[in-house]
């Protein structure tokens, strides 16, 4: 779990605040990936950067947008959330698309 | 969808014993992956079998595709109360959809 790390681990916020997650990779992996985990739900695949370009979005409401600075980083900006939004965010990176991928431990959001 | 679907959603064994867990899958595959996920946490990657194989083993762990019924196992051996978790197969799209998609996943119980 070292490769990928996340910050906040835990994440407690209100339906008109601002927040960001962050993740980095210290595995030199070029593609990275936001996944959202609800409560007895598949994991769902928000969004995929390949090489910094953002290659996929999964049809993700506008109140996340995520920033993919360097191959290393990736943010997911978080405002105006509901509380359905409340779930584990667990970040993910693979050295190309259709190799392994490794995920970090995950925030666990609760917007109240 | 290609989303992989495990069966059975919950096993429960004595330690020392062997679990087996199964996935069916719809279309066409680059890859067949399996990752762990203990409670609250990031998955774990464990292997990683191509489309032109049939069988693969990694330590206690062998897993098999068969891409004519679109189905994949993983067999754990003498299992341990370390290997309670829940299991995760996702199939990599072929072509160039290089999506991973997953399913709800096998809850394995390892009793001591």
């Known amino acids: 779990e070292t490769g990928v790390t996340q910050t906040p681990r835990h994440l407690v916020m209100g339906m008109t605040n601002k927040k960001s997650l962050k993740c980095e990779q210290h595995l030199g992996h070029n593609a990275m990936y936001w996944y959202k985990q609800s409560a007895k739900k598949p994991l769902e695949l928000m969004f995929v950067y390949n090489f910094k370009e953002q290659t996929e979005n999964n049809s993700v409401p506008s109140r996340f947008s995520p920033e993919c600075p360097n191959s290393s980083h990736l943010f997911l900006h978080l405002h105006t959330l509901q509380p359905e939004d409340s779930a584990l965010y667990l970040c993910?990176?693979?050295?190309?698309?259709?190799?392994?991928?490794?995920f970090g431990p995950g925030t666990r959001l609760t917007v109240t | 969808s290609q989303q992989g679907e495990e069966d059975p959603q919950a096993l429960s064994i004595q330690e020392g014993e062997n679990a087996t867990m199964n996935c069916s899958y719809k279309t066409s595959i680059n890859n067949l992956q399996w990752y762990r996920q203990n409670s609250g946490r990031g998955l774990v990657h464990l292997i990683l079998?191509?489309?032109?194989?049939r069988e693969k083993h990694s330590g206690r762990l062998r897993v098999t595709l068969d891409t004519s019924k679109k189905s994949s196992s993983l067999l754990i051996t003498a299992s341990r109360a370390a290997d309670t978790a829940s299991y995760f197969c996702?199939?990599?799209?072929?072509?160039?959809?290089?999506?991973?998609?997953f399913g709800k996943g096998t809850l394995l119980t390892v009793n001591p």
């Open positions: 079998i191509r489309s032109n194989e």
């Open positions: 993910a990176s693979s050295q190309r698309r259709p190799t392994e991928q490794y």
């Open positions: 996702a199939p990599l799209g072929g072509g160039s959809n290089y999506k991973l998609t």
